[in-house]
């Protein structure tokens, strides 16, 4: 129980908890840049749904899209902006209290 | 899961995903450690570096010709491949530690490059030969460090 007496999951940022955004999240939260073939793979999405929830995130000011040229290639690289990483630290920090109050935790 | 289950009911996080708190922190960790490999490789990178300083300025200031020029194009053609790979590793970590690293190492090639063209004999011998590998040590030694600290041979973190 919090002070207010809700239980810690209202706290909970629900824009971020979905399986998809939550993968997006903590990738991003794990490195400075990411590139977005790198995170399609490594979260295991298709191109179409990864660009629905990163519109998302970026409409909520969690995220930073830049599009960059190496060797005239085109890239894509995310990042985290100070807003989606406090939104992350807070997300997990309210995780932590969840499992801190479960039996089972 | 639902709410009222034994065994979820005090992580369940009522949300319409139906995504517990502790499945959400698993989730977390499994996204962190790939992402964090990734990162990691750039130590490579640097580990390959270290060992080209340590071959580079030996063979700039004691071998004989053509040696130090294969060794120059060597060293751009590395220095272009480096760029390939670290762009190809879609990640980039660790900013705060590169740009350090990076700072560092070009200062200290400098040295070593100004020391080789202003101090080191034309055909270096005794304490010369010394002092020009202790200089290829010196330049090794920031990327070999930056490699050390990323662990990349460490694999899951």
């Known amino acids: 129980m919090t002070e207010s007496g809700a239980h810690p999951r209202h706290d909970l940022d629900q824009l971020i908890h979905t399986p998809v955004r939550l993968s997006i999240m903590a990738a991003l939260a794990a490195a400075d840049n990411v590139e977005f073939r790198f995170l399609r793979d490594t979260i295991e999405v298709s191109d179409s749904l990864l660009s629905k929830h990163m519109l998302t995130l970026e409409e909520a000011g969690y995220v930073k899209v830049e599009k960059a040229f190496i060797s005239k290639k085109p890239g894509t690289w995310l990042s985290l902006t100070p807003r989606g990483r406090e939104a992350f630290r807070e997300y997990v920090s309210v995780l932590e209290k969840i499992m801190k109050g479960s039996p089972h935790a | ?157």
């Open chain 2, 1 to 157: 899961m639902n709410a009222g289950d034994d065994q979820g009911a005090g992580t369940h996080t009522g949300s319409d995903t139906d995504m517990s708190a502790g499945e959400a922190l698993a989730q977390i960790g499994r996204v962190r450690r790939s992402v964090g490999r990734s990162a990691a490789a750039m130590g490579w990178l640097y580990l390959v570096w270290g060992v080209a300083a340590l071959l580079y300025w030996p063979a700039m200031f004691f071998a004989s010709s053509p040696i130090p020029r294969i060794a120059g194009i060597a060293w751009l053609a590395m220095t272009a491949l480096s760029f390939v790979y670290a762009y190809s590793l879609g990640v980039y970590g660790h900013s705060r530690l590169h740009s350090r690293v990076a700072l560092v190492w070009v200062a200290v090639m400098v040295g070593v490059a100004l020391f080789g063209y202003y101090v080191m004999p034309e055909r270096p011998s005794g304490w010369w030969v010394a002092a020009g590998l202790a200089a290829a040590v010196a330049a090794a030694v920031p990327v070999l460090y930056a490699a050390w600290r990323l662990r990349p041979w460490d694999g899951a973190r």
